[in-house]
């Protein structure tokens, strides 16, 4: 029995592994924020970033991974959480003051009652996105200025930019998405979103394996008919049947050609001439891109100059 005894029980090797695969996902994490953070220069020596924290999984993780990440930051800077009590019916309004006291981190819990505001302008079975979003963003805005903030940090991720791009695509006849970093409406403030190269399902495990206290949305969260839904829908189903389309569609939004679309104000169409000059990034006239020789032997013609 005794040469038994140095193995771990069926128990004990489950939740050595489920560790493991916790301690990845949170080094996955806090890898892709730090990317984002760098390419962008989201965050500089002596910021004050105002995280804001709705009490969902997205905000949860970034306030989770941007203190984890201001502790090895080559770099000093300050965080203070954010809450925006909207006086939505059974809001549980003692969660997030007794999580954030107990994680000690400074916070403001702002309370505004937009849910009335919103539920007495929008009419019955209409969204109220757009002007709960506004009615918020002006009073973050406040916040910010109010507590000094120099950034404001949002937790939107990849899946949100994405679906973002085929909102604005679908609905705005816009190639317009959600950027990493801007600035704001009325020009004071810079808007980041350190969790741009983050996969929503990887914060949906995060969230599981640190055990936030998530608070639903009941005055969004429950509508059905909303376009944001049916986006996520399309671009899950689209990942289900073809794994890495929505990756490649993210990383198509840091790869824009402005020569080979259609916007005269990107491009100089109206003065563009013929140079004579050999052009490396100019268009292949009378190829349909990508060029795919069908035969793998067979040989791939194009017009013009040889490689």
Not at 7 to 18: G, I, L, N
Not at 122 to 132: A, D, N, R, V, Y
Not at 148 to 176: C, E, M, S, Y
Request: proline fraction near 7%; hydrophobic fraction near 40%.
């Amino acid at each position: 029995m005794e040469a038994f005894a140095e193995f771990p029980a069926p128990t004990a090797r489950a939740a050595q592994k489920a560790a493991h695969e916790a301690n990845k996902l949170e080094k996955r994490l806090l890898r892709l924020a730090g990317q984002a953070i760098a390419d962008f220069n989201m965050i500089e020596d002596g910021d004050r970033v105002m995280v804001c924290v709705s009490g969902g999984k997205d905000s949860y993780g970034l306030l989770d991974i941007l203190l984890k990440l201001r502790q090895r930051a080559p770099i000093s800077f300050e965080i203070v959480a954010v809450n925006l009590d909207q006086k939505q019916p059974g809001f549980p309004a003692d969660v997030l003051p007794r999580y954030l006291t107990a994680l000690g981190v400074p916070f403001h819990i702002e309370t505004q009652d937009t849910y009335s505001i919103v539920t007495r302008v929008i009419p019955e079975g209409k969204t109220m996105c757009s002007l709960c979003s506004r009615l918020r963003r002006g009073i973050l805005y406040r916040v910010a200025s109010e507590l000094g903030a120099t950034k404001i940090a949002l937790g939107h991720h990849r899946d949100d930019i994405v679906a973002t791009f085929f909102l604005n695509l679908f609905h705005g006849g816009k190639l317009k998405a959600m950027p990493p970093k801007l600035a704001s409406d009325d020009g004071r403030h810079i808007v980041i979103r350190p969790l741009a190269y983050v996969k929503e399902a990887d914060l949906a495990r995060f969230a599981q394996v640190k055990g936030f206290p998530i608070i639903p949305c009941n005055l969004c969260g429950s509508q059905d008919n909303l376009q944001r839904q049916e986006a996520r829908k399309m671009l899950a189903e689209w990942d289900r049947r073809h794994p890495g389309r929505v990756q490649t569609i993210f990383n198509s939004l840091a790869r824009v050609v402005p020569s080979h679309l259609m916007d005269a104000s990107l491009f100089p169409f109206r003065t563009l001439a013929a140079t004579g000059v050999p052009d490396g990034s100019g268009d292949i006239a009378f190829d349909e891109e990508p060029c795919v020789a069908q035969d793998p032997a067979a040989e791939v013609i194009r017009l013009g100059p040889a490689d």
